[in-house]
Structure formats: C-alpha cells, structure tokens
C-alpha cells in the first residue's frame, strides 16, 4: 500500500468528501472521518482529518497554492492498494473531487501534480506510488 494526499484550495468538509466516496459507489466501514471505495479487489482507502496541520513544509506549501491558484485550506489522504488498476480507482476518485474543488495531488515521493496532469497519464501508469513515468 502507498500514499497520496490531495490538497484542496477550498474548504471541504470531511463529511463533504466522504459524502463523494459513497456517490461513487463507496463506504464508511471504520471511524467517521474514513471511507473505503473499491472496484472488486482494487482497493483506496480514504482519510479526512478534521483540520489542517501545521506540519506542512513551507516550500511546499507555496507550491500547492501555485498549482491549485490558493493557499491550502484541506486536505485528504489516500492509501492504495498495490492490486493492479487500483491507481485507477484513485484517479476516479481524484477527478470526480477536481470537477468540485480546486486541489492538487502530492504522491508523498516528492512530486505535486495538478489533476489536469494527471489525466495525461495513462491509467496504467500514474504517478502515484514514485516510480517514473
């Protein structure tokens, strides 16, 4: 399993989020700021924490507001499973929030990209888990 965590200029109410994990077909089997959404055995794993830490480096928090065209207000963290075409699972859950917020996708490897570029990705071959692509 690995990470990606999706930074939002807008503010996104967990609920919110999770309200879009079940319109997708997902649920919230554990605690109330988590959801599951699965395609047979491809797997995403989602979490919403209640508020913005303030852990976040500063550089690369003036990068997500370059991309995304404001500061960051929310954020989510998705963890994927390693099945095959689950990077395709979180795509589908990434596009369907860009088309309601402004956000931006880190891989947690040291790559920010925007969800436009991520659609220009084959579905085989997102940038998620750090490989090169």
Not at 33 to 58: K, Q
Not at 112 to 120: I, K, Q, T
């Amino acid at each position: 399993m690995y990470e990606v965590l999706l930074f939002f200029a807008d503010r996104v109410h967990p609920d919110e989020f999770l309200d879009l994990v079940e319109e997708l077909g997902g649920v919230r089997p554990f605690e109330p700021r988590d959801g599951l959404l699965s395609r047979e055995r491809r797997h995403v794993w989602v979490t919403v924490p209640p508020s913005t830490p303030s852990f976040f480096e500063v550089g690369d928090l003036e990068e997500y507001e370059r991309k995304m065209g404001g500061p960051m207000l929310t954020w989510a963290q998705l963890s994927i499973s390693r099945t095959k075409g689950s990077d395709a699972v979180a795509m589908e859950l990434i596009d369907a929030a860009a088309r309601r917020w402004r956000m931006v996708v880190d891989n947690d490897r040291g790559k920010v990209s925007s969800v436009e570029e991520l659609r220009g990705f084959p579905l085989d071959r997102l940038p998620f888990n750090g490989r090169s692509c």
